[in-house]
T-cell receptor, first 114, second 119 residues
């Protein structure tokens, strides 16, 4: 069965620090990969997605993620975080073959200190 | 605003009771997904409907059931409620069936959730 692991449950950074959130999935087939963000009191919204092609994908608000197939990883990065990036970040995977469902990781709560 | 509407936003009820959560998908979206978000288990997939039919099932308890109506809105029914059912229940929609069809980006559009508190 598919599963998604996010390594850090809570991260605290100061503004301007660099961010990297880890995500690993377990599925041997072809997958679509996503990062969603949930700002306090708001719904989940898509940050970025990967389907094929360049394994380095860029999303909104300066975020990017790199797909490393050999490591089954899709880590999220941002060179310099801002206070407004305080949110919960979810990695998600769905399989492209057959009937599939999107599986989410447990989420990482990021708090950025001003 | 994602275009997905969920009601009620907050609900407080007692153990043993039954509640119904409602979701209206984005205009034109045929798929509705239900997720449960709790502090200890993260975001758990419950069930998916596509154009009125159940398409995929996740960790949904037998006490829970869902359906999608001809107008594409969906309801999640939770019965014999227990304290552990307290959670945020999200609905998401997408235009696709869930299969690897052409144009399927897999992106989900989430509502703001219904927070259920069972006392």
């Amino acid at each position: 069965a598919q599963s998604v692991s996010q390594h850090n449950h809570h991260v605290i950074l100061s503004e301007a620090a660099s961010l990297e959130l880890g995500c690993n999935y377990s599925y041997g087939g072809t997958v679509n990969l996503f990062w969603y963000v949930q700002y306090p009191g708001q719904h989940l919204q898509l940050l970025l997605k990967y389907f094929s092609g360049d394994p380095l994908v860029k999303g909104i608000k300066g975020f990017e993620a790199e797909f490393i197939k050999s490591k089954f990883s899709f880590n999220l990065r941002k060179p310099s975080v801002q206070w407004s990036d305080t949110a919960e970040y979810f990695c998600a995977v769905n399989a492209r073959t057959g009937g599939f469902k999107t599986i989410f990781g447990a989420g990482t709560r990021l708090f950025v200190k001003a | 605003d994602s275009g997905v509407t969920q009601t009620p936003k907050h609900l407080i009820t007692a153990t043993g009771q039954r509640v119904t959560l409602r979701c209206s998908p984005r205009s034109g979206d045929l798929s509705v997904y239900w997720y449960q978000q709790s502090l200890d288990q993260g975001l758990q997939f419950l069930i998916q409907y596509y154009n009125g039919e159940e398409r995929a099932k996740g960790n949904i308890l037998e006490r829970f059931s869902a359906q999608q109506f001809p107008d594409l809105h969906s309801e999640l029914n939770l019965s014999s409620l227990e304290l552990g059912d307290s959670a945020l229940y999200f609905c998401a929609s997408s235009p696709w069936s869930g299969l690897a069809e052409g144009g399927n980006t897999g992106e989900l559009f989430f509502g703001e959730g219904s927070r259920l508190t069972v006392l």
